[in-house]
């Protein structure tokens, strides 16, 4: 895995520009801490995100993060051209000589399988046991976007109620003095700014990042399922090539510009 550039520079260049705009109009930068908006704005949203899950799928953040924050090299065509490897193997020789390639490939869905392949399995049993393993991830997947989209959505209100409060402290402070009446109620905004800011630069951009990566694994899982389905037909390489190129690559006739999503035991696979 790489450092995701795009993901981590896209947060810090938000920030800095947040920060720089805020100094352009006349204002500090160091107004922008006030320790009371983020306790009060971070501390409601993680409270509020707890609740509305469980233990088990918390316990999975810091996978998630480190998941938002790193890339897995995408290369639908060196998956083709590996299956289509397996796939001559398979017709030269027996099927069993893919068990040497088991060991050689580092990605576990694929590595399963082929040791499916390598066992003889039943087709049906074997499709059913893949698009099981495909749905379980897939669906893990869409609980940690909805995590961060939780929070997104509880950040904005924790904000407001931030600022309340502190109108609600300047209101019962107006006999005091004028101008130390209006640096209060700058600090008052600044948990507004804080829900809002991190709602949107934060936590449903990872959602966004997350369901990205989410379509990317999947497609190349489904390319995964049909190449290991079509090796242990027989399917000559050329004819899985074409096959599988339709999945990046479809057809432009006339009808074809919506494509159906893809689908496990009659259910659409979707990320959303």
């Known amino acids: 895995m790489k450092i995701d550039v795009t993901a981590l520079g896209g947060i810090i260049f938000g920030a800095i520009c ?11 930068a160091g107004a922008l801490l006030e320790g009371t908006a983020a306790i009060i704005v971070v501390g409601g949203t993680i409270g509020a995100t707890v609740i509305s899950f469980s233990l088990d799928e918390l316990k999975k953040i810091p996978q998630l993060i480190r998941m938002g924050l790193t890339r897995t090299t995408f290369e639908p065509i060196e998956l083709i051209e590996k299956l289509v490897r397996y796939t001559d193997i398979a017709r030269k020789r ?5 068990e040497s390639e088991i060991d050689q490939t580092d990605d576990p869905f694929l590595s399963k399988g082929l040791q499916l392949i390598v ?10 046991m893949l698009e099981a393993d495909i749905y379980a991830r897939l669906s893990q997947q869409k609980m940690g ?11 904005p209100t924790f904000g407001i ?11 019962g402070e107006l006999s005091g003095n004028s101008s130390a009446l209006a640096a209060s109620i700058g600090l008052a905004f600044i948990a507004t700014l804080y829900g809002v800011s991190t709602a949107n630069l934060l936590w449903l951009p990872m959602a966004s990042n997350l369901k990205n990566k989410a379509k990317h694994d999947l497609l190349m899982r489904q ?23 339709s999945f990046i690559r479809p057809s432009s006739a006339p009808g074809s510009g919506k494509s159906e999503s893809p689908t496990i035991a009659g259910q659409p696979l979707e990320v959303s």
């Open 223 to 245: 390319m995964a399922l049909e190449g290991i389905l079509s090796i242990q037909m027989g399917m000559p390489p050329s004819l899985l090539r074409d096959k599988l190129m």
């Open 119 to 128: 066992d003889n399995a039943d087709p049906v049993l074997l499709k059913q």
């Open 18 to 28: 947040l920060i720089a705009g805020f100094v352009l109009e006349g204002g500090k």
């Open 94 to 98: 027996q099927p069993l000589a893919l």
């Open 145 to 155: 976007a909805s995590i961060f989209e939780a929070a997104g959505g509880y950040a």
């Open 161 to 171: 109620m931030g600022t309340v409060m502190g109108l609600v402290h300047v209101l």
